[in-house]
């Protein structure tokens, strides 16, 4: 029955407007509002356009709990880059020091696997770069 369902993800922030200036202008993402009959602009539903992938839908919630876990991953070819140019554009990466998932200086985890460096949005939530080619 959901096999040929076109799914698609969401989640939540507490703050539209700063989700919206953050995934648009930080991010450099296609962001739009979410308006029809049923939605009107003013309830702040987000879609967020990702490349080669289904839109995500990004949503206010009043009692919004930041997800604990990765909710987006960006990959891309040139970690030390795209670190380096988010960090340009302000974004802070976590540091995980004394964990299995150790980050060095910049935020990179290099202990095996993919390189992967994680940030969160301003609600929060975990989002990450991870090097693949």
């Known amino acids: 029955m959901l096999a040929t369902s076109k799914a698609f993800s969401g989640f939540s922030v507490d703050d539209s407007q700063r989700a919206r200036e953050f995934y648009q202008q930080t991010l450099g993402l ?18 967020v356009k990702i490349a080669g992938s289904r839109d995500i839908f990004v949503y206010p919630k009043a009692d919004h709990t930041p997800a604990s876990f990765t909710i987006l991953n960006f990959p891309v ?13 302000g974004v802070e990466f976590l540091h995980y020091r004394g964990t299995a998932m150790e980050t060095d200086e910049n ?13 969160t949005d301003p609600a929060g939530n975990v989002l990450s770069v991870i090097e693949q080619h």
């Open 77 to 89: 070819d040139d970690i030390e880059a795209a670190v380096a140019e988010l960090k340009r554009r």
């Open 107 to 119: 935020g990179i985890f290099r202990g095996g696997g993919p390189l992967i460096a994680w940030f």
């Open 30 to 47: 296609d962001v739009y509002p979410i308006v029809d009959d049923d939605m009107p602009a003013e309830y702040g539903l987000l879609g």
